[in-house]
């Protein structure tokens, strides 16, 4: 089984920073890629970056140039810079990954972000 783990959120004021941590552990032979998305209240989750296996990586416009995606083994990260309240969600992890029973789709339980005005 392959477990996911999100940390790093909190409340910060507009033009703060945050850093998210995605650790996975478990069984794992590989990671095919993870991505971070957010849920804001009514709101539909919404993708908001994404870095493969080879180290590509992607964001929503609404992001590009604030936030830094990377991945270290099996932890990814979400550097979250010049903070707005908009960005204010439940950030969720998504890898897929090889585990014990083949490929997988896994999430995390989500980590609060808050921004205030």
């Known amino acids: 089984q392959v477990q996911l783990v999100e940390s790093g959120g909190g409340l910060v004021q507009a033009g703060g920073s945050l850093r998210l941590s995605c650790a996975a552990s478990?069984?794992?032979?590989?990671?095919?890629?993870m991505v971070w998305f957010r849920q804001a209240p009514g709101k539909q989750r919404e993708f908001v970056s994404g870095?493969?296996?080879?180290?590509v990586t992607n964001y929503v416009d609404s992001v590009q140039g604030r936030f830094t995606v990377s991945r270290e083994q099996n932890t990814a990260y979400l550097q979250m810079n010049s903070l707005k309240p908009e960005d204010t969600a439940v950030y969720l992890c998504y890898a897929a990954a090889v585990g014990p029973d083949g490929l997988g789709d896994y999430w995390g339980q989500g980590t609060q972000v808050t921004v205030s005005a």
């Open positions: 478990g069984t794992i032979s590989r990671i095919v890629n």
């Open positions: 870095i493969t296996g080879g180290g």
